[in-house]
């Protein structure tokens, strides 16, 4: 592959589906491009996970991050439309930490990655602490100097345009050692739309009504102000809200919600559509929460949080009765 072959993570992409990138976890948008330029086109259904809403804390009680159901089964991720994918460990030794990546790029993929991106001077997470999920982006060339790569989280002196540019190979071979590479292959589906549709719809139902932990689901939802007053003497509250709260409710979040009301917008089932038009209602309204949480980061104060509790209130509604349209379509 080569520079030209795919406009990867480009914005163009949006147009064909209408699924935006700005709306999905990195390494979905990651996977959405790599089938793309595979030629597999029907994404939305092949890639929509189960509606979902979790706080995690570390084994210490610090908020760590929140997710949606693109995050649900990270580790062992569930696909649909003969879609499969797993992740696995890059060599530890430098010397063979790209194996993994020639072995993709052989195959005709690209290849979404997660290195430690600390010492990686194109991407913002340059010099900064690792910190909850690994940040993705794709590979889609490899050579003895520089790699072919494109990712939406760069710094403004990398050069990148349109989210494409390249990095030094040395810097990508010592920061994917001991990392993880998402594999991916497609399919003939194993089972008929409909029954994987039914399935994806009773997951969202139960992970929502039915949550393993009081911080998930609808219930993990209604204590999401307090999680955000919680912050307020946090010593670094400005970047966890920026990072751990905002950005997973950006994408993480509104994304699984996204994704599933373009699934839901193609059916004719009634009640269907109406439901699509609850979970687009629902991303919409955890985009602008997301964008009030970064301004409580930049400036807490009380109306601020007061607007945060009022949001986060009218989106449990929103997504309780999504919850129920989705049940009525089971």
């Not at 994304?255 to 439901?275: C, I, K, N, S, Y």
């Amino acid at each position: 592959m080569t520079d030209g072959d795919f406009p990867y993570l480009s914005p163009s992409l949006d147009a064909v589906e209408g699924i935006a990138h700005a709306r999905i976890s990195c390494w979905v948008h990651c996977l959405r491009d790599s089938l793309y330029a595979d030629g597999f086109r029907d994404t939305a259904r092949a890639l929509a996970q189960p509606l979902d809403f979790a706080v995690e804390h570390t084994a210490e009680g610090e908020l760590l991050t929140l997710y949606g159901g693109l995050e649900t089964e990270y580790h062992e991720p569930r696909f649909q439309r003969g879609v499969t994918a797993r992740w696995e460990t890059s060599p530890d030794s430098p010397e063979h930490a790209l194996d993994l990546v020639e072995r993709e790029l052989a195959r005709g993929h690209a290849v979404p990655v997660s290195p430690d991106l600390s010492g990686m001077r194109h991407s913002e997470f340059y010099r900064v602490p690792w910190f909850g999920y690994p940040h993705t982006f794709l590979v889609h060339r490899l050579g003895p100097d520089t790699v072919g790569a494109a990712d939406r989280n760069t710094r403004r002196s990398s050069g990148f345009t349109d989210n494409r540019g390249t990095v030094p190979t040395e810097e990508l071979r010592r920061g994917l050692a001991g990392a993880p590479v998402l594999v991916w292959d497609t399919g003939a589906p194993v089972a008929d739309w409909a029954d994987e549709r039914h399935a994806l719809l009773t997951r969202s139902v139960r992970s929502m009504t039915e949550p393993q932990s009081p911080h998930q689901g609808l219930a993990g939802l209604s204590t999401l102000p307090d999680v955000l007053a919680g912050l307020a003497e946090h010593p670094s509250r400005s970047s966890v809200l920026r990072m751990r709260v905002s950005g997973p409710l950006q994408r993480q979040v509104a994304g699984d919600r996204h994704l599933l009301a373009a699934v839901l917008a193609q059916e004719a089932a009634p009640g269907a559509r109406e439901t699509a038009e609850l979970l687009r209602a629902s991303s919409d309204g955890f985009v602008e929460l997301a964008r009030l949480v970064f301004l409580l980061g930049r400036s807490w104060s009380a109306e601020t949080l007061d607007l945060c509790r009022e949001r986060a209130a009218r989106l449990h509604d929103v997504d309780a009765r999504a919850v129920e349209g989705i049940a009525a379509l089971l």
